[in-house]
């Protein structure tokens, strides 16, 4: 199986913040890498797919970079709305993986 | 629009048998290009792919789970299903359902908390 980490496993912003959280997994994934929002008691929300690509009715300051190991989620100025927590997640082989999450709170 | 929504029981015994529906509505289950999902979230929030299943019934287990899992399809009735053998209280978790668009889980059920508890 692939493993995914993130790092950091939790982190404290403000609103207007830039935020980057990272997402490394143990073998090449092209860009087969998708990011998650959840909130509390919600399912996921799917943010970006192929690393880089936002989903439809996805605020654009949320961006994805990466291919390969390496890969990061951005949020250029952090919105009330945006505290939860962000998953990542390989769809390069199955089994499908996902890292264990990194936590957003208030500062 | 496509909605998911899981079904079954919130309680089951150890050594017995875990069994979820998901019913789609808003969509046919038989629209090509996607694979029906069962993932599901540990109390401590990490996340496990259990398996999922095409419209024509092409299935893939996690191997981690796949002695005990089953997955199927009832086109005409437009859901799909999970049936888990054999829990223990390491199964006890929210189960989802999902729909695979290319390897991203683009669609969500809301989600049905199952203890497993004598």
């Known amino acids: 199986d692939i493993q995914m980490t993130q790092s950091p496993s939790s982190l404290s912003a403000s609103v207007g913040d830039r935020v980057t959280i990272t997402c490394r997994a143990s073998?090449?994934?092209?860009?087969?890498l998708n990011w998650y929002q959840q909130k509390s008691g919600k399912a996921p929300k799917v943010l970006i797919y192929?690393?880089?690509r936002l989903q439809s009715g996805v605020p654009s300051r949320f961006s994805g970079s990466g291919s390969g190991t390496d890969f990061t989620l951005t949020i250029s100025s952090l919105q009330p709305e945006d505290f939860a927590t962000y998953y990542c997640?390989?769809?390069?082989?199955?089994?499908?993986?996902f890292g264990p999450g990194t936590k957003v709170d208030v500062k | 629009q496509v909605q998911l929504q899981e079904s079954g029981p919130g309680l089951v015994k150890p050594s017995q048998t875990l069994s979820l529906i998901c019913s789609v509505s808003?969509?046919?289950?038989?629209?090509?290009?996607?694979?029906w999902a069962w993932i599901r979230q540990f109390p401590g929030k990490g996340l496990e792919w259990i398996a999922y299943i095409d419209y024509s019934g092409s299935t893939y287990y996690n191997p981690s789970l796949k002695s005990r899992v089953t997955i199927s399809v009832d086109t005409s009735k437009n859901f799909f299903s999970l049936n888990l053998r054999s829990v223990t209280a390491a199964d006890t978790a929210v189960y989802y359902c999902a729909r695979d668009l290319a390897g991203a889980f683009n669609i969500w059920g809301q989600g049905t908390m199952v203890t497993v508890s004598s």
């Open positions: 073998q090449n994934i092209d860009s087969y």
């Open positions: 997640q390989q769809s390069h082989s199955n089994p499908r993986t």
């Open positions: 808003g969509g046919s289950i038989s629209s090509g290009g996607y694979y």
């Open positions: 192929a690393a880089s």
